[in-house]
Structure formats: C-alpha cells, structure tokens
T-cell receptor, first 112, second 114 residues
Framework: EAGVVQSPRYKIIEKKQPVAFWCNPISGHNTLYWYLQNLGQGPELLIR????????DSQLPKDRFSAERLKGVDSTLKIQPAELGDSAVYLC??????????FGPGTRLTVL | QQPVQSPQAVILREGEDAVINCSSSKALYSVHWYRQKHGEAPVFLMILLKGGEQKGHDKISASFNEKKQQSSLYLTASQLSYSGTYFC???????????????FGRGTQLTVWP
C-alpha cells in the first residue's frame, strides 16, 4: 500500500513569493491533516479535513495561508506571500478514523 | 495546551533501558507516541486511551495515568534502531473543533551507541 505522498520535497523561494504544497493521502483515509514542524519542535496542526470539510482550521493563519481538499482526496496548502518565518517542514498526514496518523515525508521550505 | 516532555535528550548504550515522560496540564482523552528519525516523517508507535491502560509491543511499552495526566514510554534493552526523536501527542478532553486535535510535545532525542 502506498503511503502519504507529498510534493515537492524541497522548496526554496524568496520572501513575498507564493508557494504551494501538494498532498495525496493513503487511499480510503477520510481525514487529512497539515502540520508545520519547526526545527527542534513537535508538529503543530494547521488544518484538519474530514472528507472535503475543514473541521479544524483555527490554527491556520488565514491572512496568508489557504488550503483546499477538492473531492475529499488530495489537498493543496498555499502560502501567499511567504515570510522568512515560514521556513519549516510542512507535513501532511492522513488517518482512517481518529487514531493513528500516517505522515508523509514532508516539504522542507526555505524562505530567503 | 502543549504537553511537556522530559528529559530533552537521552544517551544510552545498546542494551540499556530508558524512560520518556509526557505530562499535560489538561484532562486527557488519549496519548499518542511517535518516533521520528532525522530527515524522516514521524512514525506511529502506540495510542493509550484514558483508563490507565498499559500497552506495548516488542520491547517498547507505555503507560497512561489519567489522574495525573501523565504518560511514560519505556524502552527496554535498547537497540541501535531505537535512536530518534520521540514525540508524545495529547488529545485534550474538549468540545467542538478541538475534538481529535493532537498537541505534540517538543520531543525527546534518544541516541543509542553500540
């Protein structure tokens, strides 16, 4: 069974540029998460989807971040414009029901 | 909301035991444990639900004391492959959109030497 797929794996951009990350969860997993992980820290939830619905997005900085999960399968997280402090690893995870999270390899974003 | 993990780092020789602790100031529904190796994604180890149960597989086990809102991860006879950063994730008893949300600790870095 394929795991959670994320792309790109690495992204380097200049500040004020837009950037987008893509995630394809494990087939059949209804719940999809986007986490942010800073160096030396644990993952922090940005947004959680149940199928197409964003059920927990209170920690998503909506002035510059947006996300969508069309058709309840894959998802895109966008930052526009990016700031220096956005440099981090962006992890996507999925789960069948509340419980074990399966994480993707992450996208390492560097904002110059 | 973020749980506190201790110690921050542990260095062991192969075959030695270690305990990693996780505590929360909030009433917990569940505690999750994950291991992350450098440059890789976190990998699930186990979930403990409130009820004070203890779980384990192979030589890694965990306990959950719901009265104290604490969980401990026990690594017995550590192997080189146990090296990595261990995170606990806590699910707080709550309402609305925070139901099911995991708050991760800052992690405990475990290094096992031969």
């Amino acid at each position: 069974e394929a795991g959670v797929v994320q792309s790109p794996r690495y992204k380097i951009i200049e500040k004020k540029q837009p950037v987008a990350f893509w995630c394809n969860p494990i087939s059949g997993h209804n719940t999809l998460y986007w986490y942010l992980q800073n160096l030396g820290q644990g993952p922090e939830l940005l947004i959680r989807y149940e199928n197409e619905e964003a059920v927990d997005d209170s920690q998503l900085p909506k002035d510059r971040f947006s996300a969508e999960r069309l058709k309840g399968v894959d998802s895109t997280l966008k930052i526009q414009p990016a700031e220096l402090g956005d440099s981090a690893v962006y992890l996507c995870a999925s789960s069948l029901v509340a419980g074990e999270l399966f994480f993707g390899p992450g996208t390492r974003l560097t904002v110059l | 909301q973020q749980p506190v993990q201790s110690p921050q780092a542990v260095i062991l020789r192969e075959g030695e035991d270690a305990v990693i602790n996780c505590s929360s100031s909030k009433a917990l529904y569940s505690v999750h444990w994950y291991r992350q190796k450098h440059g890789e994604a976190p990998v699930f180890l186990m979930i403990l639900l409130k009820g004070g149960e203890q779980k384990g597989h192979d030589k890694i086990s965990a306990s959950f004391n719901e009265k104290k809102q604490q969980s401990s991860l026990y690594l017995t006879a550590s192997q080189l492959s146990y090296s990595g950063t261990y995170f606990c994730g806590t699910e707080i008893i709550g309402r609305g959109s925070t139901l099911g949300r995991l708050y991760f600790g800052r992690g405990t870095q475990l290094t096992v030497w031969p």
